[in-house]
């Protein structure tokens, strides 16, 4: 069994629904480390589980039901990995009874779906975030900062790359009717980025989509998003060699990131500043960013914003403007159509 480090008196008091593997994995480990965060309480329905979960991580308190943690009056904030299609459903529960909420992505399985929260978010006064843990990584900052500096011109163009191969039918990302595929799953990544970076919504979008035969799951998608500024392009696959890398591109140079979603915690990240002027990259900078744990960062940036400092990493609002281009990909790989986002 492990123990928590010294806890903060001022530390928000997090309890986590389900004992998902990015929550035990990723995230749990991660806020051990924090220092305006703390894990009190973890549930799942199956109690042995949560007893496990709870063991290992050194979590003080687990419940058999989600019902129980919300009730938790210790409990302030709820992290919410569950499965896509109950991430509004329970993270509504947690709202109504005074919970702030840091739902993983995506956050819905549609923006009206998402406009719920809203609407929980402002009956019950309470905070409210998607898990873009990318948006608080500091090679991303760096790239937003390089950016407003003019070092790389006026941005043109975002390119971006996500895939991995896994194909299990007992996976809940192998659901469509649970808020599988791949672009639910990793094609949001690069949307989210790109809208991000160019500090605008898309005008239109147009994306082409696979099917897997047998479970009806997206599983090769590619996307092109029109900005007021420029363009954003992406492709996403879960059943593809594992891959990912962005390319922001400005009219005097372009920036490559090269592990641009899963910066691992315990090694440095680099990100390459290259203004063409030799052939093959020969002219290109490397900048490197020392090693932090990004779920950490992003659960103290909630945190923060809860005690009434900063804002909330990735906000409700943002999260439904996301999901309102992804809902338009859909709608363009069917209609075979460019689609302007709701």
């Not at 806890?7 to 051990?32: C, E, H, S, Y």
Request: with cysteine.
């Amino acid at each position: 069994m492990t123990t928590n480090a010294p806890v903060n008196p001022k530390a928000v008091r997090w309890g986590v629904l389900g004992a998902a593997d990015i929550a035990v994995k990723k995230v749990i480990p991660a806020m051990r480390g924090c220092d305006r965060s703390t894990v009190v309480a973890i549930a799942s329905r199956d109690k042995q589980k949560a007893d496990a979960a709870a063991k290992a991580l050194g979590i003080p308190r687990a419940y058999g039901s989600y019902e129980e943690l919300i009730a938790d009056p210790d409990v302030e904030a709820i992290y919410n990995p569950l499965p896509n299609y109950l991430h509004v459903p329970w993270s509504v529960r947690a709202a109504a009874a005074g919970k702030h909420v840091l739902c993983e992505k995506p956050i819905a399985l549609s923006a009206t779906e998402a406009r719920e929260l809203r609407d929980a978010r402002d009956r019950a006064g309470v905070l409210i975030g998607e898990a873009f843990m990318v948006r608080t990584h500091p090679q991303w900052l760096g790239v937003r900062d390089l950016i407003a500096s003019g070092r790389i011109g006026d941005l043109r163009l975002v390119v971006g790359h996500f895939s991995y191969f896994r194909r299990d039918a007992t996976d809940i990302r192998s659901r469509a009717e649970w808020g599988g595929g791949a672009l639910m799953d990793i094609g949001c990544y690069p949307i989210t980025l790109s809208r991000w970076l160019f500090n605008a919504e898309p005008l239109e979008v147009t994306g082409q989509l696979e099917h897997d035969p047998d479970m009806g799951i997206d599983r090769l998608g590619a996307a092109l998003l029109r900005f007021p500024a420029g363009q954003a392009s992406f492709t996403c696959a879960g059943q593809l060699s594992p891959h990912q890398r962005m390319q922001i591109l400005g009219t005097k140079a372009r920036i490559e990131v090269e592990i641009p979603f899963n910066a691992p915690p315990d090694r440095a990240c680099r990100i390459y500043v290259d203004d063409g002027s030799q052939f093959a990259g020969a002219s290109a900078e490397m900048i490197e960013f020392p090693a932090v744990d990004q779920y950490a960062l992003q659960a103290d940036r909630f945190s923060d914003a809860i005690r009434g400092v900063g804002t909330v990493p990735v906000s409700l609002d943002d999260a439904i403007a996301n999901m309102s281009v992804i809902d338009a990909v859909f709608r363009s790989a069917k209609s075979r159509r460019w689609e302007k986002p709701e």
